[in-house]
């Protein structure tokens, strides 16, 4: 699976943006999909998870309730949408696929997309 990620750019606090993952490969529906996020000097961690069925859903607690996780395996992409954006949002958020249920690791996911840069300014 490859993973694109994309819809990263700069927004005042207060703003939305919404990212996306395209992925390649008839597989994609299979698989489990998350966003992480890593700022500078920070390890990377949890944003959100969604089944392969889109069944199930999982959000750090930092975002809950701003940032909404979905898919359509139709388009074979995943979604972010981000609302309500503050300045701690600011980092590189990758998107991951994996196959052993929505995890809040890095280490659970076997597929990764590049990354894109979202930036906050307060």
């Known amino acids: 699976v490859q993973l694109q990620a994309s819809g990263g750019g700069l927004v005042q606090a207060g703003g939305s943006l919404r990212l996306s993952c395209a992925a390649s490969g008839r597989t994609f529906r299979n698989y489990d999909m998350g966003w992480f996020r890593q700022a500078p000097g920070k390890e990377r961690e949890f944003v959100a998870g969604?089944?392969?069925?889109?069944?199930?859903?999982d959000y750090a607690d930092s975002v809950k309730g701003r940032f909404t996780i979905s898919r359509d395996n139709a388009k074979v992409t995943v979604y972010l949408q981000m609302n309500s954006l503050k300045p701690e949002d600011t980092a590189v958020y990758y998107c991951a696929s994996g196959s052993d249920g929505v995890r809040t690791t890095p280490e659970r996911y076997d597929y990764w997309g590049q990354g894109t840069l979202v930036t906050v300014s307060s």
């Open positions: 969604i089944s392969w069925s889109g069944g199930t859903t």
